[in-house]
Nanobody
Framework: QVHVVESGGGSVQAGGSLRLSCAASGYTAAIFCMGWFRQAPGKERERVALFFTRGGSTDYADSVKGRFAVSQDNAKNTLYLQMNNLKPEDTGMYYC??????????????????RGQGTQVTVSS
């Protein structure tokens, strides 16, 4: 079992930055991948970043490439999402999720076994 909790959301003006945190607890050694997802009002949830714990490789949605970056603090069992040059279209609820099995890492948010409750990000123009 893994429990993930997001934090760090808030309100920021366009061009600003935020860093989200995803603290994992439980049997974290078995986590194969972790993902950051977001859902804007009236839109479907989308994956913005994917992180593979073995090797540290990442994958980003085209809409955030060059602006968002994932990093990990192994000592704290925490995954971060650094978001720079934020745009109003980045507004939404941001979720973290963890998965043990690689086959599910390419799936949607609900395909991940362990999912957080989300943290709100609001970017004003």
């Amino acid at each position: 079992q893994v429990h993930v909790v997001e934090s760090g959301g808030g309100s920021v003006q366009a061009g600003g930055s935020l860093r989200l945190s995803c603290a994992a607890s439980g049997y974290t050694a078995a986590i194969f991948c972790m993902g950051w997802f977001r859902q804007a009002p009236g839109k479907e949830r989308e994956r913005v970043a994917l992180f593979f714990t073995r090797g540290g490789s990442t994958d980003y949605a085209d809409s955030v490439k060059g602006r968002f970056a994932v990093s990990q603090d192994n000592a704290k069992n925490t995954l971060y999402l650094q978001m720079n040059n934020l745009k109003p279209e980045d507004t939404g609820m941001y979720y973290c999720a963890a998965e043990y099995f690689g086959d599910y890492c390419v799936g949607n948010f609900r395909d991940f076994r362990y999912r957080g409750q989300g943290t709100q990000v609001t970017v004003s123009s």
